[in-house]
């Protein structure tokens, strides 16, 4: 089995968004302070990984160019792939008793690949700048918010974990387009980073860092947010120097596992951070126990 082929490229290439997604649920828990539910969490990474995959075997005009490794795919055997991961994890979110939430990306992530057409109204999700990312962070923030608010009664602690989410997740999308400049520019799709330019984007992205991470410390304070603070931490250290000393250019001229920087720094920040949690023993309290 050739496991270099460009399907087993595709179906492989959303695995590390799919457990990161998961991850950041089981973090989601453990900052509102409550017990993780590891089916919820195994049915996030499930959906999460069914919905990436769909839109990249559902490509667009900018995937001629920013993934052109993906050519040739079987797009039969992905979307199959895709049915088969969503179902396994709509059925375990429904065994939570979580109805709603597995829709919510696969909706959204619909109308952001291929959008809806009635006549002569139109409407797809991705393509303004900023809209896009807005469209990313929304859909993350409200899904991982959903199903935390089903075990807490505490609505303001869930308004935090959208917030943070949301604003870590729109910064992470920005930061992958400064990859995509070519192909977005070649399919029309004005990003930010195509606004801005490379400089200035990591500038206002280290800015929405730095605010969203002393908004999360402020929440702290006042007892909204459990301190996971080596979670918070790592997290600052991610979203401040690190955007701050990426460049494409180096990225570009990296070999080995230096090549790889920025998909280990995003999709590996949930489980590098747990793991360091784990090394230091700096763990808050006894969480307190589920709600509702």
Partial sequence: MNFSSPTHRLLFSSVPVGFSGALRVYIAFLLAGIAPHLLSCIAAGLVIYATYTLDRCLPGAEDAINQRNLGGADQHTAIVTCGLAFSCGLGLFIWEGLFVVPFI?????????????????????????????????????????????????????TVCIFVFYSLKL??????????????????????????????????????????????????????????????????FLIGGPFILLYTTDLEARATGIQKHLREIAIDGESALALGLRFLTGLVPGAIVPQYG
């Fill in 105 to 157: 990306p696969l909706i959204i992530g619909f109308l952001y690949t291929k959008g809806v057409t009635f006549g002569s109204f139109s409407l797809k999700l991705k393509g303004s700048a900023g809209g896009k990312n807005a469209v990313i962070g929304l859909t993350w923030g409200s899904s991982i918010a959903f199903v935390v608010s089903h075990w807490t009664t505490n609505s303001l602690t």
């Fill in 170 to 235: 729109f910064t992470n999308s920005i930061l992958y387009d400064l990859k995509d400049l070519k192909g977005d520019w070649a399919a029309g799709i004005r990003t930010i980073p195509l606004y801005l330019g490379e400089r200035q984007t990591k500038h206002l992205l280290a800015s929405l860092s730095f605010l969203l991470h002393a908004g999360m410390l402020v929440f702290v304070l006042i007892g909204l947010i459990r301190p996971e603070l080596v979670i918070l931490g790592y997290s």
